[in-house]
């Protein structure tokens, strides 16, 4: 019933417009004749080497997108695993009236931890966060002497921690030569 109204529906139209178009067995199907198009060489050799530096271009961002590392900086995540550190250090000490040393590990698990699972860095980048969130979290421990207990081996700790996020955290006191080389363009 519906192809029957429909094929009442193109022969009203056909019929409307002036034109009358022959009938076709079911199932046919109309070919239409392309009337035959001058080419210009000149025009489509222009054409093939423009839809080729496209397409070349469209590759080489493709390529870029799947090889590009994470939009997340090493430094700004190692920042804030830091300060994250420094505030679970805190409201272990203070709220929960934790020790040292459980807050120095908690600290190290943190910075490693976020820095490895956020960013594409290696196990360096990973270590450096680590003893810098730990050493955040050992000024929090110091910090909060007096307000929770305080064991020897957390304050040692504490210090120690402090120490190895200066020295190797943030490298000061290296050697010039341990220093990594400045990036490609920039002035020091």
């Known amino acids: 019933a519906q192809a029957g109204a429909r094929r009442r529906a193109g022969t ?83 709220a929960v009236g934790a020790e040292g040393l459980p807050c120095l590990a908690a600290a190290l698990v943190i910075g490693g931890g976020i820095v490895s699972v956020a960013t594409e860095a290696g196990p360096k980048a990973a270590l450096r966060s680590a003893l810098l969130a730990a050493g955040t979290a050992g000024a929090v421990v110091l ?27 943030l490298g000061v006191g290296a050697p010039a030569s341990a220093q990594a080389p400045p990036a490609r363009g920039s002035r020091r």
């Open 143 to 169: 910090a909060t002497l007096r307000v929770a207990p305080s064991e020897p081996a957390g304050i040692i700790g504490s210090l120690l921690a402090l120490a190895l996020a200066v020295r190797f955290g």
């Open 12 to 94: 009203a139209a056909a019929g409307r417009a002036g034109e009358r178009r022959p009938a076709q067995p079911a199932g046919a199907l109309a070919v239409a004749v392309a009337e035959p198009v001058e080419l210009d060489p000149a025009e489509a050799v222009a054409r093939a080497r423009r839809l080729c530096m496209q397409a070349l271009a469209n590759a080489a961002e493709l390529r870029g997108v799947l090889r590009a590392s994470t939009s997340l900086s090493v430094g700004l995540v190692t920042a804030g695993a830091c300060l994250l550190a420094g505030v679970v250090a805190g409201v272990l000490r203070v």
